[in-house]
């Protein structure tokens, strides 16, 4: 068996493993609901995120499915075992998103996310070419030290970002850490691909595959 199809059974394991803890972890919930009907499950909700899906279909899928594994994994993923690529990528991911909030609501989202895309092309060229060497090695060398807890803290981490799917100040109280869990268990299952694989394009897939389920379970609600 060639190295491909390895990492491939090795995505597809791992998802199923994820899938899994979904399962236990909606049991559990669903245990935790009958015992304690006092903690509101419905207390939150992803309005943002269910109007856009109601407003604009193609958009939310492109979003899910392609923009948002792509963005979040360069975010996160990036410091598990990094490639020097991929030290930069991560400067790169965080610049376009911080600098995504500071365009007009009313700018075309095709015409932004092109120009977004343009400016991180550049700066990922001027990166590669101004950042010290030695400096990037010795980051490079004390995440490799690092990785399991920097595996587990981007996990926690791309968890509590899922925070503002629910509220638009950050908060935490315990009905929302119970709906971002799912998040932080994918984000451990995503850091895991990435360190078993070597390549920031497998955890890029299985978010990909994740989302696209959830945009599967979202469709009957385009017809209600």
């Known amino acids: 068996m060639d190295k491909l199809t390895q990492k491939t059974f090795n995505l597809i394991g791992n998802y199923g493993w994820l899938i899994f803890s979904y399962f236990l972890f909606f ?8 015992s304690f009907p006092q903690l509101d ?6 309005t943002e995120l269910f109007k856009m899906f109601g407003e604009s279909p193609v958009k ?3 979003m899910a ?10 975010m996160f993923r990036t410091l598990i075992k990094p490639s020097k690529n ?15 909030a500071f365009f007009p609501i009313e700018v075309n989202w095709i015409l932004k996310y092109i120009f977004l895309a343009l400016c991180g092309i550049l700066l990922f060229i001027f990166l590669k070419n101004i950042f010290p060497k030695p400096a990037i090695r010795l980051i490079q060398k004390l995440l490799l030290k690092y990785y399991k807890p920097v595996w587990f803290a981007t996990a926690i981490i791309f968890g509590l970002v899922h925070i503002y799917n629910y509220v638009d100040i950050f908060n935490i109280d315990m009905v929302l850490f119970l709906l971002i869990f799912p998040r932080i268990l994918a984000g451990f299952f995503f850091g895991k691909v990435k ?3 070597s390549g920031l394009i497998w955890p890029i897939l299985m978010h990909s595959m994740n989302n696209s389920i959830v945009v599967v379970f979202m469709f009957p609600q385009l017809f209600e």
């Open 27 to 34: 049991a559990f919930m669903s245990f935790l609901s009958a």
């Open 41 to 46: 499950m419905e207390k939150y909700r992803q």
């Open 86 to 100: 991929e030290l930069y990528l991560f400067i790169c991911a965080w610049f376009l998103v911080i600098s995504s």
């Open 195 to 197: 360190i078993e694989n």
């Open 65 to 74: 499915v392609i923009v948002a594994p792509i963005l979040e994994e360069a």
């Open 60 to 62: 939310f899928i492109l």
